[in-house]
């Protein structure tokens, strides 16, 4: 699937919405281009997010989705070209445009998530729709 996000849009809610509108049971993230007013990133080891202000360019964007949850890592630069990457968080603001593209893999796969005992956090257990008939 493709969409345009519009000025103004909240990232992270944009994403819910259009996995919420298409149903989406297993979508990975193929590629985002364009730019934010502010990004919301939790690093690496952080309980904390922090904001950077923009305007700030999206360099690279990754996760998978569904219409029950989510996780995507963002990195954007800055004008001066440093660039910062981490989980995306509510607060991300589009700034001129964002076309993103969305494969869609439900017909095959479902992604739910779950508590994993040794990391302590949802972690994606991705579940076949349809299970396949072994070779004889």
Same mark, same amino acid.
């Given at each position: 699937?493709?969409?345009?996000?519009?000025?103004?849009?909240?990232?992270?809610?944009?994403?819910?919405?259009?996995?919420?509108?298409?149903?989406?049971?297993?979508?990975?993230? !193929?590629?985002?281009?364009?730019? &934010?007013?502010?990004?919301? #990133?939790?690093?690496?080891?952080?309980?904390?997010? +922090? /904001?950077? @202000?923009?305007?700030?360019?999206?360099?690279?964007?990754?996760?998978?989705?569904?219409?029950?949850?989510?996780?995507?890592?963002?990195?954007?630069?800055?004008?001066?070209?440093?660039?910062?990457?981490?989980?995306?968080?509510?607060?991300?603001? !589009?700034?001129?445009?964002?076309? &993103?593209?969305?494969?869609? #893999?439900?017909?095959?796969?479902?992604?739910?998530? +779950? /508590?994993? @005992?040794?990391?302590?956090?949802?972690?994606?257990?991705?579940?076949?729709?349809?299970?396949?008939?072994?070779?004889?």
């Amino acid at each position: 699937m493709v969409e345009r996000l519009k000025p103004g849009e909240e990232l992270q809610s944009a994403l819910k919405r259009i996995a919420f509108e298409h149903n989406l049971k297993a979508g990975v993230i !193929v590629c985002a281009v364009g730019s &934010l007013s502010v990004a919301s #990133l939790r690093m690496a080891g952080a309980s904390e997010s +922090k /904001t950077f @202000e923009g305007p700030l360019e999206i360099v690279s964007i990754t996760g998978t989705l569904s219409d029950t949850s989510m996780h995507v890592h963002l990195s954007v630069s800055d004008s001066t070209g440093k660039t910062t990457g981490g989980h995306l968080v509510v607060g991300c603001k !589009v700034f001129t445009t964002i076309e &993103l593209v969305i494969l869609d #893999l439900s017909d095959e796969w479902v992604f739910d998530r +779950k /508590t994993d @005992e040794q990391t302590t956090y949802l972690e994606l257990d991705p579940q076949p729709r349809h299970k396949k008939q072994g070779r004889i």
